[in-house]
């Protein structure tokens, strides 16, 4: 499900269990749900990794995203383990 306010988008992912509804009730009750990971889309990514990088966060090179037409980068440090992803979508080119 997307959640969206403005130019925010807050996607909520339920993955069921491979082999279906019978497992998914014998689910081990100490597995809390917990926060996957965040993605940030920001307008210029390299200025965004300086920024950070000389703020001291540890963060990876820029590379090309998954989603043809973006680039990411992610951060490695400060984020209390939550997977987090900086997002830049490139200009089109037809």
């Known amino acids: 499900m ?7 988008v807050v996607e909520v992912v339920h993955r069921r269990v491979a082999s279906g509804d019978a497992a998914q009730k014998n689910l081990d009750v100490n597995q809390d749900d917990k926060l996957w990971g965040l993605s940030w889309r920001v307008a ?27 680039r990411v980068m992610t951060v ?10 900086f997002l ?3 200009p089109r080119v037809d």
């Open 76 to 85: 490695r440090s400060g984020t209390c383990g939550v997977q987090t992803l």
């Open 44 to 70: 210029d990514i390299e200025a965004a990794r300086a920024r950070l990088s000389a703020s001291g966060i540890d963060v990876s090179d820029v590379r090309m995203g998954r989603k043809p037409g973006t």
């Open 2 to 8: 997307f959640f969206r306010c403005g130019d925010l």
């Open 88 to 90: 830049e979508r490139t």
